[in-house]
């Protein structure tokens, strides 16, 4: 979109929304000491410019603490949350688009703190004006989160149990700030006017671009706890095939540390984690608690015949090596399919050959396990499961062999009471 058009529909946007964001800067300034507006230095081609938001930190909180933000940062504001969270922080860069120091679509600008020129990624990036909004904006609409997150990983990796600011840094620099740039390369490479539109009409309605990619690949290996880079393959297909899940109910079985109900939840689904194993539930909600999600998570002791959740209907049931060790998968079925309401997705990625998978469990998780009951997983098993919800796509991995098989429930269908 020519950027002349761009600065007379931000300027447009500025005598519209002007009131509001007046009415928003007086409440800023009501209900914390310290100057309505926060200056940011920001990155665009050849040189640096000023970036205008609400303050959503406390005075001079952002130049005492890490230069970049997680969930939960106390410095941000009761208000701050909601500016940040709802992104009403950011009208006021409808100014410099104005300006022509950005364009309503583009990359996100970016702290000269963390932009390397000579790095030829940052290069193509940074050489091309910043916009407001754009495909990685949406993507990364809970950056916060998937910081906190990425930043935990990290404290893990060397024995910590909380994130240091250094934590902070390093899982900015090296996972959440280069999955940003791929994907703005990626929109640089492909922009259309059609599209940026659509990102403009995408932004109005509060909707990622692609929900699916809200969490970057490169993240997945914190999630994903053991079976390696074809479990993160098959884990990344299952979530992509999701699609936008705000606002769904989630009903998660083998919830085991929590964590895949905690990437649920901060991709803004409502969820509810299962287990047949005594105790998982303190560490699962320390999890969730600790990436800001906690009032969307619940989790529970299960029987392993869904007795927790019965009569509850769920938009999606997502498993992970499950079907593989019941022993009565038809009766299990039949109870995934009374709690997913009609059209809901049963998503499940198993491993194949009982065997393999014995052994290996046996060697990198040390956990205790009836390996009895555990049974192969083949085209026959995908067959059963087609016999109870109709199947939308199976996709395998032949080494380790892992199937992905995601399922519909038939709309017609009522849920049994």
Sequence with gaps: MPGVIQRLLAGLGLLVLGPFILGLAVLVRLTSPGPAFHRATRVRPGGTFTLYKLRSMGAGAAGAGPGITRSGDPRVTRLGRILRRTKLDELPQLWNVVRGDMLLVGPRPEDPRFVELDDPLHALVFSATPGITGPTALAFRNEEEILAIAARAVAHAVGRVVATPEDLDHAYRQTVLPAKLRMDAHYLATRTLRGDVGVLLQTAGGRAAVEGDLVERSAMTYFVEWG????????????????????????????????????????????????????????????????????????????????????????????KSVLVVIPDRDGYLAAVRDVLRPGGLLVSIENGQGGLLARFLRRVRRVSWDYRQIDYFDRRAVDQVATVLPLVMVKTHRMPPIWLIIARRSSGDSVRR
């Design 228 to 319: 390696g880079r074809p479990w993160e393959d098959m884990v990344w297909r299952g979530i992509q095939a999701l699609g936008d899940i705000r606002d769904r109910r989630i009903l998660e079985i083998g919830a085991r540390s929590g964590r895949m109900a905690t990437l649920f939840a901060t991709m803004g689904a409502t969820v509810v984690g299962i287990d047949i194993v005594a105790g998982f539930e303190t560490a699962a909600a320390a999890e969730a608690a600790a990436s800001g999600v906690a009032s969307r998570v619940e989790f529970r002791l299960d029987d392993g015949r869904l007795s927790s959740v019965a009569g509850e209907t769920f938009d999606v049931v997502f498993t």
